[in-house]
């Protein structure tokens, strides 16, 4: 894979080790201090630094660019290294594949100043098929996170439904997993996550059979009433 991480770029990826060597390239955020002007001066303008804050910044072209104002506090935030986020989840989508056989695909996308990150990957394999009709739903998981001091780091299992007469299809979330940036970033979450998808596509085609048999029997009876009247 040749594709290098560029800050507002979208890259797309065919399987868990594509989405890993994604992981391996988003650059470094570090911090740095944050300037208040305090006074406008035709030869020498005035600056004192906000020591309740500090700045994150990232290299985008070789050049330092500001990505987010936080609060110096380190416990009040902690940063959520997108490349971090990004092994977390694979790591909890190789775990599946012990058990079950699946594909994992999807795009990654950065914003221009780095300061958003967001996944979107679809399962393969795993998709729910409740009916005798081939007309499987699509289920997949969506991370985003953000390192500007008001996005926390969040992850949503979806699937694919039908929301217009015209066949369009849309994801609709079905739960989804959070965690503030008061904390360092949890492996457990995305586990969960991943989990939830395999478990929530054999609750729903488990139901349906369950419907299925109910409205058969359902049926019969009306039948027999009918036949017997």
């Known amino acids: 894979m040749t594709q290098k ?6 890259l797309d990826y065919e399987s868990v ?7 391996e390239q988003f650059p470094e955020t570090r911090d740095g201090k944050v300037l208040g ?10 600056w004192e630094e906000a020591n309740y804050k500090r700045g994150l ?13 936080v609060s110096d506090n380190k416990n009040r935030f ?16 190789e775990a599946l594949k012990d058990e079950h056989d699946f594909s ?29 009709v081939d007309d499987p739903i699509n289920v997949g998981v969506k991370i985003t996170s953000g390192n500007d001091g008001q996005k926390a780091t969040e992850g949503q299992y979806f699937e694919e439904r039908l929301v217009c007469e015209n066949g369009m299809t849309m994801p609709v979330d ?20 991943a989990n939830s998808v395999v478990e929530n596509a054999e609750m729903v085609e488990d139901r349906y ?11 019969w009876t009306a039948f027999e009433f009918l036949e017997h009247k």
């Open 5 to 10: 991480i560029v800050v507002g770029q979208e």
């Open 17 to 23: 080790d594509e989405l890993r060597e994604i992981g």
């Open 37 to 46: 002007l305090l006074e406008r001066d035709n030869e020498k303008d005035l």
């Open 57 to 69: 910044f990232t290299e985008k072209n070789g050049e330092d660019i500001l990505t987010g104002i």
């Open 78 to 93: 902690v940063l959520h290294d997108f490349g971090d986020i990004t092994d977390y989840l694979c790591d909890a989508v």
């Open 104 to 132: 994992f695909e999807g795009q990654v996308k950065t914003s221009e100043t780095m300061h958003r990150y967001t996944n979107e990957g679809v399962f393969n394999g795993l998709e729910i098929n409740p009916g005798e």
């Open 174 to 193: 079905v739960m989804s997993v959070r965690q503030t940036h008061h904390d360092e970033l949890d492996p457990t979450m995305f586990h969960k996550l």
């Open 209 to 219: 059979s369950q419907m299925k048999e109910i409205e058969l029997d359902s049926e």
